[in-house]
Structure formats: C-alpha cells, structure tokens
T-cell receptor, first 111, second 116 residues
Framework: QQQVKQSPQSLIVQKGGISIINCAYENTAFDYFPWYQQFPGKGPALLIA?????SEKKEGRFTISFNKSAKQFSLHIMDSQPGDSATYFCAASLTGNQFYFGTGTSLTVIP | DTAVSQTPKYLVTQMGNDKSIKCEQN?????MYWYKQDSKKFLKIMFS???????INETVPNRFSPKSPDKAHLNLHINSLELGDSAVYFC???????????????FGPGTRLTVL
C-alpha cells in the first residue's frame, strides 16, 4: 500500500517556468514532510522539509505548500533552471523514524 | 571526506551467488538504513538500525541479512541472489530515530546490483 502518492511521474518545463509536484498522504500521524532531490547516479539529498503546523516554507526558489485538511503538500520550483533537472521525491515520516517515499517525479528543464 | 560511503559502486553477479554491500558513515549518527530503488526509481526502506540494534525490518526475504558491527557501519549480505534483486541499493544515516525534530537522512551514492 502506497503511503504517499506523488504526481506527475514526469514533468517538462521551460527554463524560467514554474515546476509543481504534488503529493498526498493518508496517515494523519505523519509529522515531517521532506522533499529529496536525486541526480542520476547519485543518492537522494534533502532539498527542503516542512512540519504540519506550517502551511508554507520557502527556501530560495523552492517552496513547499502544505494543506493539512486535504492531506496534501506540493513542491514549487520558481524560475526553473536546467540544473534543476533531477528526480524529486516527497516523503512523510513519524517523528523522524520510518520514512515513506513517493514514487518520484522526473523533472526536465528545457533551456 | 564522504559522509556516507558504500562499496562496491557496481556489482554484477550470477543468480544463486552470495554477495555483500558495505556501508560506512562518518557523521557520528546513531541510525542507519538500507533502501532498495527499483528500475522505476521507487525507493523502499528495507532495514533500519539504531546504535547496532535493529528497529525496522520491512517485509524483506530472509535472504537479506543486515549486519551492524558498530554504529558507523551497516552492511547488507544477500544470499542466493535472484533476478528480481537487481536494483540500486542505498545506505543512509540520520542522527537518531528517536528525535522528534527534523531528522534528515543522508544517503550514500548507491550500489547498482545486477543479477544475471
């Protein structure tokens, strides 16, 4: 059973555009929602994360929007750049213990 | 000075063989993990150890056996390898699974296992 559902599976965006990736979860006990970025041949690396008591978190061009009532959260990448081309994973966890990852979104930013 | 390192990076072997993947972290973390990433890039946790003690053991065939000689190392041994074991295996570590605040996981570079 997929604990975290992620969409779209792949995304193509023009340079300078906005990339949006969505995730949904079922378990209301989750209390930590990180996003990981993975480049080909590398391990995932933490990009940005949010706790459910906050509706939005912004770090540079990356923003997480969190809707607790809808049990959804999304990653927005503003002014997308070719260097942002990677696979993005959302995740959810309980007090930092077991992590449940989404199925990943392959982002391609066209110059 | 790599934070989480894995060896080997590539592993090609025949069905039925036994192989091991080693993982070491120099971050002083208490908790280490093994993940399997399949061909569709789906990441699934396999095991988690905290200070050498097993805390998560997902539904993984008992052909997979993790070993943690100390809290900086978590090795994965796989017996009787099958075609379906082909995947990329990632080791990760975090400060402590007991923390209630953000608990970032640091991933290794991965080991690509190919079973022929």
């Amino acid at each position: 059973q997929q604990q975290v559902k992620q969409s779209p599976q792949s995304l193509i965006v023009q340079k300078g555009g906005i990339s949006i990736i969505n995730c949904a979860y079922e378990n209301t006990a989750f209390d930590y929602f990180p996003w990981y970025q993975q480049f080909p041949g590398k391990g995932p690396a933490l990009l940005i994360a949010i706790r459910p008591d906050v509706s939005e978190k912004k770090e540079g061009r990356f923003t997480i929007s969190f809707n607790k009532s809808a049990k959804q959260f999304s990653l927005h990448i503003m002014d997308s750049q070719p260097g942002d081309s990677a696979t993005y994973f959302c995740a959810a966890s309980l007090t930092g213990n077991q992590f449940y990852f989404g199925t990943g979104t392959s982002l391609t930013v066209i110059p | 000075d790599t934070a989480v390192s894995q060896t080997p990076k590539y592993l090609v072997t025949q069905m039925g063989n036994d192989k091991s993947i080693k993982c070491e972290q120099n971050l002083g973390h208490d908790t280490m993990y093994w993940y399997k990433q399949d061909s569709k890039k789906f990441l699934k946790i396999m095991f988690s150890y905290n200070n050498k003690e097993l805390i998560i053991n997902e539904t993984v065939p008992n052909r997979f056996s993790p070993k943690s000689p100390d809290k900086a190392h978590l090795n994965l041994h796989i017996n009787s390898l099958e075609l379906g074991d082909s995947a990329v295996y990632f080791c990760a570590s975090s400060q402590s699974y007991r923390r209630t605040s953000y608990n970032e996981q640091f991933f290794g570079p991965g080991t690509r296992l190919t079973v022929l």
